[in-house]
C-alpha cells in the first residue's frame, strides 16, 4: 500500500514475494525467518533498491515511495485487512501501522 496524503513524500507498505526472497536470503546466508530476515538492513537496502530500480522505470521521481515498512503478514480476509471482494481497507491497513508511518516521515 502507497500513502503520502497530504504529505511531502509517499511511503509504502510492502509484504515481498518470500519465494524470491527466500532464495536470495540463502545466497546471502540470512535467516530463513521472515520476519527477523526483514529487520536485516540488508534486506531492506536490498529490497528498496529493487522496488525503486523497477518503480523508475514507469513513475516519475515524486510518485516513487522514498521510505518503506516491510511486513512478513500478508492482507487477508481474516485479519481485516481485505474486503470481502478482495480489496485493500487502506483505512484500517492505515490504522494498524500508523505509528510506524509516522516514524518514517519523522526521519
Not at 540463502?26 to 529490497?47: M, Q, W
Amino acid at each position: 500500500m502507497i500513502y503520502g496524503e497530504g504529505r511531502e513524500f509517499n511511503v509504502a507498505i510492502i509484504i515481498p514475494d518470500f519465494a524470491a526472497l527466500d532464495k536470495w536470503a540463502e545466497k546471502n546466508n540470512l535467516p530463513k525467518d521472515h520476519a527477523e530476515l526483514l529487520k536485516k538492513d540488508e534486506t531492506r537496502k536490498f529490497l528498496e533498491n529493487e522496488i525503486v530500480n523497477q518503480l523508475k522505470a514507469t513513475y516519475g521521481n515524486y510518485e516513487i515511495p522514498r521510505k518503506f515498512i516491510f511486513i512478513a503478514e500478508p492482507f487477508s480476509l481474516e485479519n481485516g485487512m481485505l474486503t470481502q471482494t478482495m480489496k485493500l481497507k487502506r483505512r484500517v491497513v492505515f490504522d494498524k501501522y500508523k505509528d510506524q508511518i509516522e516514524k518514517l516521515y519523522a526521519k
